[in-house]
């Protein structure tokens, strides 16, 4: 595991050298399905970047990094002063991955699930939401037990327990 290719230069200072930073805007857009709205425009207007233009890069993106359509992920998008942007796309949230391996549509509706566990997943399917998580370009120096850990802490917050399969008898 080696660092990104862009760890040690920022892309928009080697690319747009003449151009400033701005600002620096989160957001968690659906994968294949970015459309010009109130939800990115209220992000991207006050900035001056065209939500067009943002959108059809973002969509091609995710459709070359493999993303099923409408699976939530989180963007970085880096302003310039030009009004022009970069963006980097991570890989979804880990509560979305724990949902879908667990089956359910949404979490409990009442706190301290310990008693009575919403869901239950498995240790090996813990083990493949943390290595998809370890692809984001901020993990690449973490040990996978370590993001595993932090897996099994959402999995608790959400009320979803983490148990081996039983074999029926």
Known sequence: RYP????????YYSKHSSMSFVRSVRLRV?????RPGPAIGQ??????INMA??????????????YKK??????????L?????TFDVKT????????KAAGIEKGPNQPNADVSPHAFVTP???????????????????????????VIGTARSMGIQVREVEEEK
């Open 53 to 66: 233009e943002f959108c059809k890069q973002f969509n091609e993106k995710t459709e070359s990094l493999g």
């Open 30 to 34: 659906p994968a294949g399905a970015a």
């Open 92 to 99: 979804p949230p880990t509560s979305y991955l724990l949902k």
């Open 4 to 11: 990104p290719n862009n760890f040690f230069i920022y892309p």
């Open 124 to 150: 090996e399917m813990v083990y493949e939401i943390a290595a998809v998580k370890l692809k984001d370009d901020n993990r690449w120096h973490l040990p996978l037990e370590g993001v595993a850990r932090s």
């Open 70 to 79: 409408d699976i939530p992920l989180s963007v970085t998008l880096n302003a």
């Open 43 to 48: 992000a991207l207007g006050p900035l001056g």
């Open 81 to 85: 002063s030009d009004r022009t942007f």
